[in-house]
C-alpha cells in the first residue's frame, strides 16, 4: 500500500486531476505501489478558480478509497472571515456563494494522527495552540516553520526541532510529521537537520509530464518533518508565471518505508 500526500490544491482542479493521473500510470503503480489512501492536508480552495470543481472530485474519490482531509489557513479564513492574501478578483468571485460546498469545509479537523504508522498530518505545524496562546494565529492550519520562533501577522513561527520536541513528549519518537502550508517542500529529521539536500533524486516520465522525486528511507528511530509544497499552483500561474505542482508518497517496497517528494511543471493553460 502506498499514501498519497497532497497540499494547498487551492481550488486546482486541473492540478488535482494530473496527479491522480501520473499515481494511475501503470509505469508509476509498479514502482511505488497502487494507492490506496490520500492524506489532504488542507487550503482545498482559495486563491485558484475552480473550488466546487475540487471538492466535488474529493467526494467522487472518497466513495473508492480513504481520504482524510484537514483544514488549512486559506479555508478557515473563508469560513470565518479571516485576513489572508493571494486571491486575486476572479479568485474572489468564484469563490462566492459557495452554498453547500462551504459545508465541507466545517468539519475538517486541524490534525490528523496515526499511531500505527506513526504519522502526524497538520496544515501548518504540529504544536497544539494551548500551548502557546489561544490566538487563531496560533492554530496548526497558521503554523509554518521556520529557523526562530516568533510569531507575525501570517500566523506562528516554529523551528523544527521545536516540532520534534512537542511530539516526542505527546506521542512518543519515530514520528513522521506531515504538513504544507508553504509552497516548497522541505525535510528535517530529529538526528541529522535538512535532509532534503542529501535525499536521492530520480526523474522520470509518467502520463506525457517529466516527474522528479526526492526520497529517503524512514529510518523507525527518527522522528521526521516533511512539507511537501504546493500540489495547486493555478492561482499563481498569470501573476506569477509559476506552474510547478508538488506531491508527497509514502510506500514500503520492503521492511522499510520510503518517504518520496515528487514535482513536476504543469503544462499551461489557456483556459485561466
Not at 482524510?68 to 462566492?96: M, Q, T, W
Not at 496560533?138 to 521556520?146: A, D, G, N, T
Not at 529517503?216 to 521526521?224: E, F, Q
Not at 520510503?258 to 485561466?272: A, D, H, T, V, Y
Request: charged share 30%; proline share 4%.
Amino acid at each position: 500500500m502506498s499514501t498519497l500526500i497532497i497540499s494547498d490544491i487551492h481550488a486546482d482542479v486541473r492540478a488535482l486531476e494530473c496527479i491522480l493521473s501520473i499515481i494511475s500510470d501503470a509505469k508509476f503503480v509498479r514502482k511505488y505501489s497502487k494507492v490506496e489512501r490520500i492524506l489532504n492536508l488542507g487550503d482545498t480552495i482559495d486563491r485558484g478558480y475552480h473550488p466546487r470543481e475540487v471538492i466535488d472530485k474529493i467526494r467522487e474519490l472518497k466513495k473508492s478509497i480513504p481520504i482524510i482531509s484537514l483544514i488549512g489557513n486559506h479555508d478557515e479564513a473563508f469560513l470565518y472571515g479571516r485576513p489572508v492574501s493571494g486571491s486575486d478578483r476572479k479568485s474572489k468571485g468564484v469563490h462566492k456563494d459557495l452554498g453547500e460546498y462551504a459545508l465541507f469545509l466545517k468539519d475538517l479537523p486541524q490534525f490528523y494522527v496515526d499511531r500505527k504508522d506513526r504519522i502526524l498530518a497538520v496544515h501548518g505545524g504540529p504544536i497544539d495552540p494551548n500551548e502557546l496562546d489561544d490566538s487563531w494565529l496560533y492554530h496548526r492550519s497558521w503554523q509554518r516553520i521556520s529557523s526562530k520562533s516568533y510569531l507575525s501577522s501570517s500566523g506562528y513561527h516554529y523551528t523544527p526541532n521545536e516540532a520534534f520536541g512537542y511530539v516526542k513528549r505527546t506521542y512518543g519518537g519515530g514520528y513522521l510529521v506531515l504538513c504544507g502550508h508553504e509552497h516548497e517542500e522541505a525535510a528535517f529529521s530529529d538526528s541529522e537537520g535538512d535532509i532534503l539536500k542529501t535525499m536521492s533524486i530520480e526523474r522520470s516520465r509518467y502520463v506525457g509530464y517529466e516527474v522528479e522525486s526526492k526520497r529517503a528511507v524512514r529510518n523507525g528511530k527518527m522522528s521526521y518533518l516533511i512539507r511537501v509544497g504546493i500540489s495547486g499552483p493555478e492561482g499563481y500561474s498569470m501573476s506569477l508565471g509559476y506552474n510547478t505542482s508538488y506531491f508527497g508518497l509514502l510506500w514500503k517496497p520492503d521492511k522499510m518505508e520510503r518517504i518520496g517528494l515528487f514535482n513536476f511543471e504543469l503544462k499551461p493553460n489557456k483556459s485561466i
